[in-house]
């Protein structure tokens, strides 16, 4: 394992980074609550539900900076795919047309599933059969991401 | 089964006449068949002293062994006992530890857990100013005394009178909506149907003991429904002996009557007022109430580089009344990014705008003001950490502490020295940045990024300074040159900008002209044609006179 370097030996993060750094931290701390959260009283599925959810939100932040508002530039946001304020794979999925809102890697993963297929959220809304239209999904509680929803 | 057994649990007995009921409050209460008279109070006989262990039989166990021996200790309570057999009993809080099939569990150490009864509505009774009278969720109410702060289940006898013309009152309001006799044929049955399906509960397990012991009981009871059904016929009766009862739709409207009161005192508070203003600007216009929404989010502060969601989070912009401008969350959202792009376009163009000013300064400032030879340089950062300039990270650690060390050495040098290594800061500095028309508050960087400018104190150093820029020469034309080139530049793009436009003022002007001369020209088309029409017509007017006066010389 590589040395970890003390913060003031490191490289500075790039121009910009000051920005956004408040809401960053204000995700990281929300992060670690999640993460210390007791989970002896809920469903055990649903004990890492929060933290797919505010992963999803931070990296949802980070991809609309940079794709959208083009608020933030490629060094920086380069630097924060490295350093793992987003999750690169789940943005590299959101440019793919019918993923634009989805929720976790974990919902398109056909394998292992009991019926080869990806997960109830990725069914659209209209689509769905049965009464029971409110449905949240066993791996990360999503309540639907498919584009039309 | 075993009714020596069974009647270890009863309360002590009643007096002969009495029969206990459940009044629809959940109270019990107690009636007299003979004198028609009811009370709350349990009509025991005066002999019999069991009332305390009767009223803390917190477990059938202890009773078990407690009570059998108080009333064999008394003969006629026992007897009185005996004639009370199988009559139901009903404290509430308190199970009948029964060993019978029907009830099981009874040996609980503690009495079941009770619902939670909350007060919900009240009515101050008239009259008896402090005293008011609270209804309970489950329907029972109580009269509370607000000055001393005590509460009573049983309704003290002085406010009786008064509470009874309460209900009678509000009978007579239902009776209003709904057709009088109707209300009385309702209302009335409803209220016996209660107690006697819970009696009959009751009863129902200790059926066969009711056989075998007494008669009296069974008649009793009977006789305790007959005549409840015989109240029920004349209202007064019902109301001046029993509690009288309410039905759901009756505190309905009395929490919809207080309900209409809450929103009243709602609708003085500002908070309805931003309410209603939402509500209201229906006619605001599209535009308008973007505008307004962007207004708002400047007006607070908002980062625009935040997500939305923390955003909403903070909650400091959903309690603005402009927030209800845009009807929906969607449309919030929408004017809030639109908002944040252009601000942060805006953002980055200021900075853009503004000179980088180098971090070293701040630095070295802070340590002519903080760094002193007395502190080591962990010491120093330990101290000054939430200093601005230490947390910069455009500034190495490492830099930081070679700086101050550099410092920490120069303090100690002689003032002298540190005056000619300014003095020979400033002569490296070239003419054209530093002269005699720069002053001590605007020095280049080059002077400003050195440590040598700022290990001498401010005082002397200023002085220097100054004393150092009077004896320069003036600037160079090197300075103005560049003057000159920016003010080129501008002249250029001025110039071509006039160019540009009196090139468009000449095309209009030879327009014009053209127009003119083409307008001229068919005029004087028009003209000549006029003329030549006129000739013609001339021509055509042949007269006789030319040939007359031709002829006439010939003839003569």
């Given amino acids: ?122 069914v659209p809304r209209a689509q769905m059969k049965g009464e029971d239209r409110e449905v949240q999904c066993v791996s990360c509680g999503c309540r639907g991401c498919a584009s039309t929803d | 089964m075993q009714p020596a057994l069974k009647s270890t649990y009863k309360a002590p007995p009643l007096l002969p006449g009495w029969t206990e009921h459940k009044a629809p409050t959940g109270h019990t209460y107690y009636y007299n068949v003979e004198t028609k008279e009811s009370t709350y109070k349990r009509p025991v006989a005066t002999a019999a002293p069991p009332t305390a262990p009767a009223a803390s039989p917190a477990s059938s166990f202890w009773q078990h062994q407690a009570v059998p021996q108080l009333n064999l200790s008394d003969p006629n309570v026992a007897n009185a006992f005996m004639s009370q057999y199988g009559q139901p009993q009903h404290q509430p809080g308190q199970q009948r530890g029964g060993h019978g099939p029907g009830q099981r569990g009874g040996f609980q150490a ?63 309001q239902k009776a209003e909506g709904i057709e009088s006799d109707q209300v009385a044929a309702s209302e009335e049955p409803s209220r016996p149907a209660a107690p006697e399906q819970q009696q009959k509960d009751y009863d129902s397990s200790e059926y066969e003991e009711v056989e075998v012991t007494d008669d009296e009981d069974g008649e009793r009871e009977d006789d305790g429904h007959a005549s409840k059904r015989q109240r029920t016929e004349d209202l007064e009766d019902a109301e001046n002996n ?16 207080m309900g209409a009161d809450y929103n009243e005192d709602y609708e003085m508070g500002e908070g309805y007022d931003d309410y209603g203003q939402g509500e209201a600007a229906a006619p605001l216009s599209e535009t308008d109430a973007r505008e307004l929404f962007k207004d708002m989010l400047s007006d607070f502060n908002i980062n625009p580089y935040s997500p939305w969601d923390i955003l909403l989070e903070q909650g400091k912009i959903v309690d603005d009344p402009r927030y209800t401008v845009l009807p929906t969350t969607k449309a919030r959202k929408e004017v809030w990014e ?167 003022q000449d095309r209009e002007r030879a327009v014009q002209e053209e127009k003119h001369r083409q307008e001229k020209k068919l005029q004087f088309e028009r003209a000549r044609l006029r003329e030549e029409e006129r000739e013609l017509e001339r021509a055509m007017q042949v007269s006789k006179k030319g040939l007359q006066s031709q002829l006439a010389p010939q003839d003569a």
């Fill in chain 2, 242 to 257: 029993g509690p009288v009862e309410f039905t759901e739709a009756d505190i309905a409207a009395q929490l919809a009557a």
């Fill in chain 2, 110 to 172: 503690r009495p079941k857990p009770q619902p939670v009864d909350k007060p919900r509505s009240k009515v101050a009774i008239p009259g008896h100013e402090p005293w008011i009278l609270v209804y309970t969720k489950y329907g029972r109410r109580f009269a509370y005394n607000s000055t001393k702060n005590t509460s009573y289940w049983r309704i003290p006898e002085k406010l009786m009178p008064a509470i009874l013309e309460l209900d009678k009152a509000r009978i007579r």
């Fill in chain 1, 1 to 122: 394992m590589p040395p970890i370097r003390p913060s003031s030996k490191r490289k500075p993060p790039p121009d910009g980074f000051s920005d956004i750094e408040e809401d960053l931290l204000i995700f990281s701390n929300k992060m670690k609550d999640a993460q210390n959260a007791p989970s002896d009283n809920i469903p055990k599925h649903q004990a890492q539900w929060p933290i797919f959810q505010i992963s999803h939100q931070r990296s949802r932040y980070i991809y609309e900076l940079y794709y959208e508002k083009e608020a933030i530039s490629r060094q920086l946001y380069d630097w924060l795919l490295k350093n793992n304020y987003a999750d690169a794979a789940l943005i590299a999925k959101w440019k793919k047309q019918g993923y634009e809102k989805l929720c976790c890697l974990r919902c398109i993963q056909t394998k292992e599933t009991n019926f080869n297929s990806t997960c109830v959220c990725r």
């Fill in chain 2, 338 to 504: 639109e908002w944040s792009r252009v601000k942060i376009q805006e953002l980055k163009e200021l900075r853009q705008k503004q000179e980088k000013k180098d971090p070293r300064i701040a630095y070295f400032a802070m340590l002519q003001e903080k760094a002193t030879p007395k502190l080591y340089w962990a010491e120093f950062k330990r101290k000054f950490k939430r200093e601005d300039c230490m947390k910069d990270v455009k500034m190495a650690d490492k830099d930081r502490e070679k700086w101050y060390r550099e410092y920490i050495s120069r303090l100690k040098l002689p003032q002298s020295a540190l005056k000619s290594d300014l003095k020979k800061l400033l002569e490296s500095v070239p003419l054209s940045q530093l002269h005699n028309r720069s002053s001590t508050s605007s020095l280049p960087p080059a002077v400003l990024t050195d440590l040598r400018y700022w290990s001498l104190d401010t005082k002397s150093r200023d002085e220097f300074v100054e004393g150092y820029i009077a004896g320069l020469g003036p600037p160079p034309d090197s300075t103005g040159q560049q003057g000159q080139e920016e003010d080129e530049a501008t002249a250029k793009a001025k110039e071509e900008r006039r160019k540009r436009e009196k090139a468009l």
